[in-house]
């Protein structure tokens, strides 16, 4: 059985602690978990490694703790799938990735937002939303 495999790890955790009888079934539940919880954590960062979307493996990226709306911006813009025009010019839904809020002939893409003339809001979310709303 591989070394990186996570069933070797709960028979190499099975080995290890055989020596405790003591050992409820709920305290083995536990680690058993915290084995493949980690074991799928370093595989994600792993593979997300050059990605846009890996600051999604750090537990640093506020996005289950934000509101609804807010997580949604968030991870649209971490992911880069964020339906502005820039995203939807790739796939051919529109004729250009221009933006059409401002005139100053950049692609509309989440580094855009930012300094769009077109919107006036602080928060990259509040932005997020009006150009989508002003988008239709």
């Not at 990186?4 to 409820?24: A, I, Q, S, Y």
């Not at 084995?35 to 289950?64: N, Q």
């Not at 820039?86 to 839904?93: D, I, K, Q, S, Y």
């Not at 990735?97 to 989440?110: E, N, S």
């Amino acid at each position: 059985m591989p070394t990186g495999c996570p069933l070797f790890k709960v028979w190499h955790f099975e080995k290890v602690f055989n020596f405790r009888r003591d050992l409820t079934l709920h305290s083995a539940k536990l680690e058993i978990k915290r084995i493949f919880r980690e074991s799928f954590r370093l595989t994600a960062s792993r593979v997300a490694r050059d990605k846009p979307w890996s600051k999604l493996c750090k537990k640093s990226h506020g996005i289950p703790s934000s509101p609804r709306a807010a997580a949604v911006a968030k991870f649209r813009l971490l992911t880069g799938h964020d339906c502005l025009w820039a995203h939807l010019f790739r796939f051919n839904l529109v004729t250009s990735p221009i933006c059409v809020l401002c005139d100053t002939g950049q692609d509309m893409t989440a580094a855009h937002l930012d300094e769009c003339s077109a919107l006036n809001d602080n928060c990259i979310v509040k932005r997020y939303w009006r150009a989508r709303c002003l988008m239709t």
